[in-house]
């Protein structure tokens, strides 16, 4: 296997499942991992997701400083620095922007009958992540099982982003995680991700390896190719724990 510098990873359906802390076997392999090469996270969560599924399952002696988490799909990069994460850049939303977005959100929830925000769920269904909106179709603490039954073969979120994209065409409009719309500033996604990491960490493109569970044509880590980073489409977490044992073993 070619001596990457980096290794990024998609967070849910990659390195845990969906909104899931690490398991001890998967923070074991990615601290081992850190004290050889940089390692990095991109995913539409925000950062207090990521410092709850992946920074706080880590060993106490894993080497942070060679972790940067991209929160909000690659709108924010942070890095761990004196003991804090510290944030490198940040592309937010203003508030009227926020306030629109959802409202354009609500619309087209009522006008296709998918979503029936009168009705309570798990949580938050519409979250403002700085950078980022998120539209969580079952709301942000939905149980794995019925997130998965929700909208397996996108079908839905297709028809929202038909109706939601040309009332935004300010914004990009994807379709998240299992049962999520992520709603960003135009330009930023995965793809800028990685080139906004690897000019950060001074490494080329070319010497660094994505990772993630949907690099199919329509799936949200598909974007990444347009930066021209290598990939590796894996099928779950414990797929993603093989490729990595073969990584550490390689180097
Ligand atoms: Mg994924």
Redesign the pocket.
């Known amino acids: 296997m070619k001596n990457y510098s980096t290794i990024m990873f998609?967070?849910?359906?990659?390195l845990a499942e969906?909104k899931a802390p690490l398991t001890t076997e998967m923070a074991a392999l990615l601290a081992e991992l850190m004290s050889k090469k940089n390692v990095a996270v991109i995913?539409g969560g925000g950062l207090p997701q990521f410092l709850t599924q992946i920074v706080d399952r880590l060993p106490l002696n894993a080497n942070l400083a060679q972790l940067y988490l991209l929160p909000t799909s690659g709108a924010a990069l942070y890095t761990y620095d004196a003991g804090e994460w510290r944030e490198v850049y940040e592309e937010s939303l203003s508030e009227d922007e926020a306030r629109s977005i959802e409202e354009v959100i609500r619309d087209a929830a009522k006008e296709t009958g998918l979503i029936d925000f009168s009705e309570s769920v798990w949580g938050e269904r519409i979250e403002y992540r700085k950078a980022q909106v998120t539209l969580s179709a079952l709301g942000q603490q939905a149980p794995i099982e019925a997130k998965r039954q929700w909208d397996p073969d996108h079908t839905k979120r297709q028809v929202l982003v038909a109706l939601i994209a040309p009332r935004l065409p300010q914004f990009s409009i994807k379709i998240g995680?299992t049962t999520s719309i992520d709603v960003t500033k135009k330009g930023i996604d995965k793809a800028y991700g990685v080139q906004e990491l690897s000019k950060f960490i001074h490494e080329p493109i070319e010497s660094m390896l994505y990772m993630?569970?949907?690099l199919f044509p329509g799936?949200?880590?598909e974007a990444v190719k347009r930066s021209g980073i290598e990939t590796k489409q894996v099928a779950d977490p414990s797929d993603t724990a093989r490729v990595i044992e073969e990584i550490l073993s390689a180097s």
């Not at 998609?10 to 990659?14: S, Y």
């Open positions: 998609d967070l849910d359906g990659t969906s995913s995680g993630g569970d949907a799936g949200n880590d």
